[in-house]
């Protein structure tokens, strides 16, 4: 099975700043990588897929890229309604793997 | 819009069996090209992928659960459900219903908190 691995595992920042998120496959998926949003109460919602397709509706601020093992998610300039979870899920093959997720928090 | 809705039982007992249906509203569940997904997230833990139905009636499951799970379709009340035999208290989570197109999960629904406890 595919092993992801996200870092860090959680990250203080403010409103405005730009952040990066990591995720690392334990071995290569190609382009078969997605992220997604949670929030408590919620249903966890897509933001990209296919490593850097952003998902109808979300704001252009997200970015993704990456190929192979490594893998980023950027956040250009936070919003409040951007402090969530956020979890990457490898779909290069079964079963699907989730990263155990990057806590975003409020400095 | 695509909607999913899981309903089931909250409270179950140990060695018994879990059972969650998500209901499919804003399109049909016969239509080719998706599969139906149920994901689970222990309290305090991340996300955990269980399986999956194909509008064929096709299944995989994740090798840690197979040997308890079962995913099937109900076309006639445009559902699909889940159980999970021989529960325990490592079964207790919050568990959601998931559309997959294109290798993601584009439409979740709320999710529904199962506890394992006697």
């Known amino acids: 099975d595919i092993q992801m691995t996200q870092s860090p595992s959680s990250l203080s920042a403010s409103v405005g700043d730009r952040v990066t998120f990591t995720c690392r496959a334990s071995q290569s998926i190609s382009n078969f990588l997605n992220w997604y949003q949670a929030k408590p109460g919620k249903a966890p919602k897509l933001l990209i897929y296919a490593a850097s397709t952003l998902q109808s509706g979300v704001p252009s601020r997200f970015s993704g890229s990456g190929s192979g093992t490594d893998f980023t998610l950027t956040i250009s300039s936070l919003q409040p309604e951007d402090f969530a979870t956020y979890y990457c899920q490898q779909s290069y093959s079964a079963p699907n793997s989730f990263g155990q997720g990057t806590n975003l928090e409020i400095k | 819009q695509l909607q999913l809705q899981a309903s089931g039982s909250r409270l179950v007992k140990p060695s018994q069996t879990l059972s969650l249906t998500c209901a499919v509203s804003?399109?049909?569940?016969?239509?080719?090209?998706?599969?139906w997904n149920w994901i689970r997230q222990p309290p305090g833990k991340g996300l955990e992928w269980i399986g999956y139905?194909?509008?064929?009636?096709?299944?995989y499951y994740t090798p840690s659960l197979k040997s308890r799970v079962t995913i099937s379709l109900d076309r006639s009340k445009n559902q699909f459900s889940l159980q999970l035999s021989s529960v325990t208290a490592a079964d207790t989570a919050v568990y959601y219903c998931?559309?997959?197109?294109?290798?993601?999960?584009?439409?979740w629904g709320q999710g529904t908190m199962v506890t394992v406890s006697s």
């Open positions: 139905i194909y509008h064929s009636g096709s299944t």
């Open positions: 804003g399109g049909s569940i016969s239509s080719g090209g998706y599969s």
């Open positions: 998931a559309r997959g197109y294109e290798k993601a999960f584009d439409v």
